[in-house]
């Protein structure tokens, strides 16, 4: 994991919101960081037909707890984007891996700009709205009217209108994102332009949370690595699961090896969409397929398993995939086992064409801990140890479950940090690799292969 200083000017704070022609958006009734808002989402990814946010509505808010077969949570965080002096100036010491997300109110707002105002960026933008030192500053995307009607679904009462900007391709993009009211930008395109947007941003000098997957493959990767590291800037893949609370209980049970020595992974990222050739799932140009979409949840929760329960996760001895590829050629379904040393094996399965429990399940020699259904928006854990009854532990999501990704940003950009401990861009890579590896092995090409 790189850790590098930032460069020793700080963002640029001087420039205030609204300055651009679209400062004001329309009135939404169905708008705001609540419940209604995140139906609203999985209504629109319903339309879409593609989205791992469609498949499980989460209301649980604040107040996260721990105990047995027990859940639920109330509250909502707000308040006004403040501005104090220092922000820069301390290096945050709780860096590692579930430690306590250190919000102060004393911290000014970080400002957000969104690129690719679809499905899945609303929810971002309802976690945005819920955290007290978060703001959106700017929405762009490729037109006007959609940025607006997003702006509008998505206002939250009490907070700033996000200016609103029409961009495409990588050198407007720069252009509008060198604004100094940006200070980190979050993607949200599909996977073949992710690219181009990262580059923007960096080239900007911004913070960058991208969606998953980065890039389409490693190649793409590495020149965009670079020009981070070139520019000292932050980056980030938005891995949102690694960042749940339940995760951190699993990471103690697995740390503290209380299934014993590792057997084995079991995942499956399953749903029926109808076929389209036009959908991103599907478009090989967009870099479609289950695999790159979905399956790269249960590969990187793979690698983080395995992380916890060995301390790092070992390249796999062999890799065997199957695919059903649809018309357009990229994979429709995908299953594969990885093997790895001392026989410890992960089997997966990603689909858009039927069901699964979409549960991940880590088998050790003494017990079994389940993440029994949506291990990627995962709220419920069960630990089972020979002889002994299962323990559930039930940890709701503060707001909707991208509030941790959005944390960890802040952490990081306080601390100086330009990657994330959580969720390194070592890890992205390592996981753009075995996809490119499982694609080869499945006969997955895209055009700019
Ligand atoms: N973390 C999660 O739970 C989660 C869930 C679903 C998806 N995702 C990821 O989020 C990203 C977007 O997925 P999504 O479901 O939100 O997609 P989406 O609803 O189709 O939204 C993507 C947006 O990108 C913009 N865009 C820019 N270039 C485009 C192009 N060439 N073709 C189509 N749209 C383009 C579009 O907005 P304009 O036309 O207005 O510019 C569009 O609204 C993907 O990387 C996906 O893997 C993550």
Redesign the pocket.
């Known amino acids: 994991m790189g850790r590098r200083s930032l460069p020793t000017r700080g963002h640029p704070r001087q420039a205030r919101r609204g300055q651009g022609p679209e400062g004001a958006a329309e009135v939404h009734p169905g708008g705001g960081s609540g419940g209604q808002g995140q139906q609203g989402q999985q209504g629109?990814?319903g339309r879409?037909g593609?989205?791992?946010?469609r498949s499980q509505g989460r209301q649980a808010r604040c107040q996260a707890r721990c105990q047995d077969d027990s859940s639920e949570g109330g509250g909502k965080s707000s308040g006004q984007a403040r501005r104090p002096q220092g922000r820069r100036q301390s290096r945050c010491a709780r860096l590692s891996a579930g430690a306590e997300p250190p919000v102060s109110e004393a911290q000014p707002a970080l400002r957000w700009a969104v690129v690719?105002?679809?499905?899945?960026?609303g929810?971002f933008v309802q976690a945005l709205q819920g955290l007290p030192d978060q703001e959106l500053s700017l929405i762009l995307?490729?037109?006007l009217a959609?940025?607006r009607s997003f702006a509008s679904a998505h206002r939250a009462a009490g907070r700033h209108e996000p200016r609103l900007q029409q961009a495409a391709g990588e050198a407007q993009l720069r252009a509008a994102l060198s604004s100094p009211d940006i200070d980190a930008v979050y993607i949200?395109?599909?996977?073949a332009?992710?690219g181009e947007a990262v580059a923007a941003a960096l080239q900007a000098g911004k913070a960058v949370l991208c969606?998953?997957p980065l890039v389409p493959g490693l190649a793409q990767a590495r020149p965009l690595l670079a020009l981070a590291q070139a520019r000292q800037a932050f980056l980030m893949e938005?891995l949102?699961t690694r960042f749940l609370p339940v995760y951190a209980q699993v990471q103690q049970w697995l740390q503290a090896g209380l299934i014993g020595p590792l057997r084995g992974v079991q995942s499956s990222f399953c749903f029926s969409i109808p076929f389209d050739a036009q959908s991103?799932c599907f478009d090989p140009a967009?870099a479609g397929g289950a695999l790159l979409?979905i399956g790269i949840y249960n590969l990187s929760m793979t690698r983080w398993v395995l992380q916890q329960a060995l301390g790092a996760c070992p390249e796999p001895l062999r890799m065997e995939a199957q695919a059903v590829l649809a018309p357009t050629g990229v994979d429709q379904r995908l299953a594969a086992t990885l093997h790895f040393p001392g026989g410890i094996s992960s089997q997966f399965v990603c689909a858009f064409d039927g069901m699964a429990d979409n549960g991940l399940r880590i088998f050790g020699e003494r017990g079994l801990i389940e993440l029994p259904q949506q291990f990627?928006e995962a709220t419920e854990a069960r630990l089972t140890l020979a002889g002994q009854a299962p323990q559930t532990v039930h940890l709701p999501f503060q707001i909707n479950g991208f509030e941790g990704e959005i944390l960890e940003v802040s952490r990081c950009l306080r601390a100086g940090l330009t990657e994330s401990p959580q969720m390194p861009l070592s890890e992205t890579l390592a996981t753009l690799a075995w996809m490119d590896a499982l694609r080869t092995q499945v006969g997955v090409r895209y055009p700019f292969d």
């Open positions: 629109q990814a879409q593609c989205t791992e946010g690719g105002p679809g499905n899945i960026a929810r995307g490729r037109d959609r940025a949200a395109t599909p996977h332009q992710h969606e998953k938005a949102w991103r967009l979409d990627w």
